[in-house]
């Protein structure tokens, strides 16, 4: 069993670490939010007074941040660097999803000092972080994959070796650019579909059979009534928000601007999410864009 | 064993309708082409010298014609149309791929009339038709839809039933448009890893078990390389023509304005699809379209 | 002074017949709305009770009707065709918006027969046709155009001859598709500008002076308050229904898919009107499409 | 006549820096390409041997470089930073084009030091800088704004006071945005014209004094030949580069991430200067963008 230090404790991050501690690890856990750490104390884990102090002595490090900002600050530039106070062969795995730049830029930092600093970010949702099968999109290098992979088992379902350092970051950014496109794509043809007299179970079998088959009509059919369990039979809540959509789509967007990627099919979709968080619906899950489509009753 | 006239032996309409013969149909057929015809004789057919001989006593009529025109002219418009000619009791099987409009027009006449006629297109390609494997989109009623099955089961491997009359030509239309934003989507999202230095093979299996995952990555990628028997493996040779997923994506605009359903993605992909036919490419893969993204060598 | 036949008295072309009759010509008017023909009477039209008895001894005919399946029907294919009772040497003068095809076909058989059939669709909304301030686009040989222009003076302010028959309706379609474009643009620059902090009046008027200078900052602001005068400032009222701009971009799709003339920004601006339009604003003037991008209150 | 230290010497800088020289200005230059600096310093300038020299004792200082982290490196964070070597009340006006974030930062730090910063990014390109004919669309108090002008009227024609600070940079994303809108509309509009057979300069004419006028019709015709003195007549050498426009549009996508404005023509644009980019044309001038939409020869 590993001693691991924790910063990041929120709906993804709180259930990430209680499940490390379900496997016995021994969890040193940091959050600017007391009552997360609180919350994570309850079920074993060892509340840190910094982040200095979670990863003091860990063999493992685990970050799940909002943004490239809160992770560069943590590792590099901020009052108190944790890259500065790490245990000799410490790895450290940034599991929050940042853009590639930051990722490559603070991996580049590490390599020069000797650290070992991957990039893992996951996507499963709270779910998957609950249930411990989210997946992980690593870039790392295959010593450091090795490494990192028993500790990613206890948390994930599938764990991918994307390429090397910053490559975890541009593989999820590329996934989630297709899933919006999957979404709204599946959206608008059910929509079409439905407003010509189709029934949407129907039509929904008819495409997953066919060539039109993706993971939203296996899985997340965003027409309610279709899947008992998606969030679209429950009013949009729970699952993905569309602001945390919108939010990958604009991290997609500067990948595609910094390597000149042309994105005319995801840039479409990041203006549909636009289009449906201005109506006020950021909070609702991702598949809610289908709204977008539909007659107003 | 049924008695079956079938008219328009081109690429699909021919291995159709050998395999109606092959399972021991009696079938009797017409095309312009007179080579056409002959070649579907040598393989056990009747040759008909017209359309309306070749539907003179059928008990099914099978068409597979390039557009609506042709349809309505066949069946309702034309000099000598057939609607006039059908044995009492026939099941008219119109497999033609055609605007949903034309198909509820030529069905509404039928229904005056007490004709049985129904649509049902067909995906799958040439090598579907060839095979017997293709999938067929029905609109009908039930019981049209149950007479029909053993014959397009001969033909095909899925059978579908979309509802009404123009049911199948409007879920082809959705399922097709889907194909065109899946296939583009995915082709962005492979391009944009690839240019940030991710192995082509490696991105399409993360995408492919996760939320990216679509019929694409499945059994079609368009990136060289990754699957030896998909066309982009064979110089875009072979498969389905860029040109007819350019028409196709004109009966589904055409759809979307009649009913005023909003169609941003599938209208993008008609777009990229549309700037990749006038660069010299309709006659290539559809997979092809990835070439729009890559850079120049 | 001529003898004029006028046929279709909506919001359009009951003013146009209107002008005519002011500038003196004998204007027989026909109508499937009696109340349309009375009204046109009061200011000193003749009735006709068919459109046959319209253009019987007319040396111009003139329609303005919904769309090109009227046409055709009118003069080709109804019950009893117009081309069957013009006089000789009359010049028909279309001025409906309708697809190109159809004003192709109509003017080929009119050519065959050696009937004079212009294609004259117009531009400038009602309050154009009835201020006699019309755009013409025209297609028409040098001499059907210089026959018809002293008629279409009377109506119009800008007569442009845009080439053979059907190119009034190409001009039409390729200017309509522009303006969609042109406003849905301005739209979004003066709403990212203004979310942005900056005053709409100020913005406006660095983008009218700089080279994002178009006819909507000139004349028909989309932002509210900003023009006294335009639909903008009226609660969309008046102006161009957002349904007939819908309709426009049907037309020009359906251009760009019969010559295979990419159009990506049209596509996207028929969506975004799309969406406009289910979401209930159908009857608003098409510059409420910033409402599509604005935050919901 | 004022001290100014000029700051950055490329293709906009330099002709900017020698139109304030030959209206009588000393100026004190820096760049770190040396035969810049020697280029200016032929015509007037006083050659700097650094940053800090050029701003030395000057009343205005001018920087014209090339993205927001050359600016705040430049004045916040670099070796040595130019907010440390001002002299009191120096008016600093940054006209190169950066994202609105990095000028408002810079900005606000500037203000807590009671430093004049104002933001005034430029458009006309390479040859109003030399006619001294550019736009400054201008970020500033009324007090600054006021005191700026009588220099910016040395190097520009149309001075606009935007706002606050950053508001110079969001209007020129906002009018960018919009150019790159109206080109490749434009080009869409004429090439769907000319395929269906109008004449390119009928169309032209007809769309620019009609609903569909715009900058581009005005003075940057797309197509060859229909203006003489365009890029497009010139093999669209000159001008303004695909390259700056694709740049320029990358900074518009920033700023609608940031606020949450939707984008979608904007989005369009940027993916069609993409592709035309990565098929080897980020050289050219950006309204060779229409070659995207034509047929290959």
Not at 123 to 151: C, D, H, R, W, Y
Not at 279 to 290: P, Q
Request: proline share 4%; net charge negative.
């Amino acid at each position: 069993m590993a001693n691991i230090g924790f910063i990041g404790l929120g709906n993804m991050g709180g259930p990430m670490a209680a499940n490390l501690i379900k496997a016995g690890h021994s969890v040193s856990v940091f959050d600017l939010s007391k009552a997360a750490v609180a919350t994570l104390v309850t079920v074993g884990a060892t509340a840190a007074q910094s982040a200095k102090e979670a990863v003091t002595g860990a063999q493992f490090v685990i970050s799940m941040l909002p943004a490239g900002a809160h992770v560069e600050g943590l590792y590099l530039s901020g009052d108190d660097p944790l890259f500065d106070h790490l245990a000799e062969d410490a790895l450290v795995i940034d599991s929050s999803t940042i853009d590639a730049k930051t990722a490559q830029k603070v991996a580049a930092v590490a390599a020069q000092r000797d650290i070992n600093f991957i990039d893992a970010p996951v996507s499963g949702g709270v779910g998957g972080a609950v249930a411990g099968t989210l997946s992980f999109m690593v870039g790392a290098s295959e010593q450091q994959f090795a490494n990192a992979k028993p500790i990613l088992d206890v948390m994930g379902k599938n764990i991918f070796h994307a390429g090397v350092q910053g490559s975890g970051q541009i593989a999820k950014a590329c996934n989630n650019m297709l899933l919006a496109i999957l979404m709204t794509g599946t959206s608008e043809a059910l929509n079409m579909g439905v407003k010509n007299g189709l029934d949407p179970k129907v039509l929904s079998e008819i495409m997953r059979l066919s060539s039109g088959g993706n993971w939203a009509l296996e899985l997340y059919n965003p027409f309610p009534g279709v899947m008992p369990n998606a969030p679209a039979s429950n009013d949009y809540q729970g699952g993905f928000q569309t602001d945390l959509m919108f939010k990958d789509l604009g991290l997609a967007m500067e990948l595609s601007q910094l390597s000149a990627s042309p994105t005319p099919m995801g840039s479409q979709a990041r203006a549909l999410f636009n289009m449906h968080k201005v109506k006020g619906n950021g909070g609702l899950d991702f598949s809610s864009v289908i709204q977008q489509y539909q007659d107003q009753d």
